[in-house]
């Protein structure tokens, strides 16, 4: 009887456990709203849950209401730098579209963020100082050291809520020397913390033209403010086409999933993935397609892009990040995140949609990208 009892308790509290949850459909057909029912102006940046059951928070670009050109170089209307883009704040309880509210808009110039181009948003939390870090890409800036406006650098704020509001901190770079052969550009970027609170970034460091786009990583300083540049690897192995990277740890593997090149293009780019033991490295190239319709080993410039190309993504989006969800079950889903550039339903860029997808494991092996018009989540509340 006893034992009968210890299996009906047991029984209970794994039907109790399993109700901690809620089943959310995410939908690749339809537009993510706020919770005021408009479509969310969110691009490219990290979506987060930094405590158990507490809200998610993305921390995005929103883009003007500028006209997509809908070709293949998605930059050709220079429509996208000119110093409009902010930097947003959304949250959620459970990722579901109608749940998004818009906590905070830094627009360039305000909360002391010199005025620039932004875009690519990361953010991180810093346990030792309890700080909620806020990076960008900052380009075109305007400041008392550079007011003809070519300064180009990433810009650093910091709140002590993950909402905001945030201020800015400085800007920071590595040092030419550690990014041979030195006469390039730094460009997009993510940022991980890892479990001992030590933070990284891992960047694109580009040749202008059609020079490649190559791969670095770095240890953050302890306040997560800026990049010690001595701690330098890279460039990484794989593709030297790459930029938009995605930065993770599962287990005690780590990922870095590399984009394909693209300037917010049409049809979006492939993707590849490295491996390690250690955030620094040694790496290891494991793929460059993990999207089956792009071996990014063929191309040879950032616009062999859609059908009939060496590329043409089954995402039909540029990689984003990579989402970890936990679950009712006590397990974590990996989302593959993309921005779906030129293919917005008002023909403006903000309002371009993503492509979410559940990543899938064999061992610590990613299998390929498999496109699904939607899919559903049990998520841990």
Known sequence: MAFKQLQIAALLSLIYFQAE?????????????????????????TTQRFSPGGLFYYHAMGYPSTNETGAINGCSNGGIYKRTNSLRVYSSPDLSSGSWHLNEIVYPGASNFPTCTYFRSQAAFNRHTMEYVLWANAVGCVTSTCPNGTCAAYAVGVSKNPQGPFKFVGMTQPNASSLPPKNG??????????????????????????????MFIFRLSADFYSIESSSGVGPLPGQHLVEAPSFFRRGDTYYALLGGCTCMGLYGGGVGVL????????????????????????????FEVGP???????????????????????STAYIWTGDKWQQSPNGKFDEQPQTW????FDGDTILPLKYVDSFTLDVAE
């Open 275 to 302: 491996t390690a033991k250690h955030p620094l490295g040694p790496w290891t190239n494991v793929t460059g397609s993990l999207d089956p319709g792009c071996d990014m080993w063929k191309q040879t410039t950032c």
């Open 357 to 360: 997808l559940p990543l899938e």
């Open 21 to 45: 949850g809620k089943l959310v459909t995410f939908s690749n057909k339809e537009p993510r709203r706020d919770d005021t029912g408009n479509t969310i102006n969110a691009h490219d940046g």
């Open 185 to 214: 550009f730094i460009g997009d970027f993510a940022l991980f913390a890892d479990s001992d609170g030590t933070g990284y970034i891992i960047l694109t460091h580009g040749i202008a033209g059609a020079g490649h786009r190559d």
């Open 308 to 330: 009939g190309q060496v590329c043409n993504p089954v995402t039909q989006a540029q990689q984003n990040y990579v989402m970890q969800v936990p679950l009712a079950n006590g």
